[in-house]
């Protein structure tokens, strides 16, 4: 059964570092998404991303992160320079058809900034 | 904002027994989905509900949507130490392309 697959699935960062998380979506999917979950907490949206443009995105991405499609298989969330908050899991996910369809979620990137 | 309240947060049930999971809105959802996560890992996808008063079932799992579109539930018959792991509920908000979760539901079945 096709899954989103993601990596590295741990990265450890100095906080001011530059970090690429990398994901691969479902092959037929158009539609992309990032969430994270912090330790103990809700998992929450971040970005949604189509046709090579972000669609929609939350309060917390800010300008310190950016999404892009390099080729036609790989979906990136690049954090410019981290800090000790953005500790947390992120999470890859893709929908087929439109914005209405299921999500499928990758394993995650546990993400940790010193 | 939009919020998704889910209870209870944790719950401890003999095997054997039923039990159910609650998520509750004062928003509309286009649709909403349950998955089941295990620790360090991804959500994994149960059921998806689109219509309202719609119900799913899965095995021993019975997924219901209201019929406004603004609530949820799971109920388990006959529980088994298999089902034991935390349950989260998410809801696509109507006219958005973001999932909302609730805070998820920790299960545990005792044999």
């Known amino acids: 059964e096709p899954e989103v697959t993601q990596t590295p699935s741990h990265q450890v960062t100095q906080m001011g570092q530059e970090v690429i998380l990398r994901c691969v979506p479902i092959s037929n999917h158009l539609y992309f998404y990032w969430y994270r979950q912090i330790l103990g907490q809700k998992v929450e949206f971040l970005v949604s991303f189509y046709n090579n443009e972000i669609s929609e995105k939350s309060e917390i991405f800010d300008d310190q992160f950016s999404v892009e499609r390099p080729d036609g298989s790989n979906f990136t969330l690049k954090i410019r320079s981290t800090k000790l908050e953005d500790s947390a899991m992120y999470f890859c996910a893709s929908s087929a058809g439109g914005w209405q369809e299921t999500q499928y979620f990758g394993p995650g990137t546990r993400l940790l900034v010193l | 904002t939009q919020l998704l309240e889910q209870s209870p947060q944790f719950l401890s049930i003999q095997e054997g027994e039923n039990l159910t999971v609650y998520c509750n809105s004062s928003s509309v959802f286009s649709s909403l989905q349950w998955y089941r996560q295990e620790p360090g890992e991804g959500p994994v996808l149960l059921v998806t509900?689109?219509?309202?008063?719609e119900v799913k079932k899965l095995k021993r799992l019975t997924f219901q949507f209201g019929d406004a579109r603004k609530d949820s539930s799971l109920h388990i018959t006959a529980a088994q130490p298999g089902d034991t792991g935390l349950y989260l509920c998410a809801g696509l908000i109507q006219g958005a392309q973001k999932l909302v979760f609730g805070q998820g539901t920790r299960l545990t079945i005792n044999p």
């Open positions: 509900v689109v219509t309202g008063g």
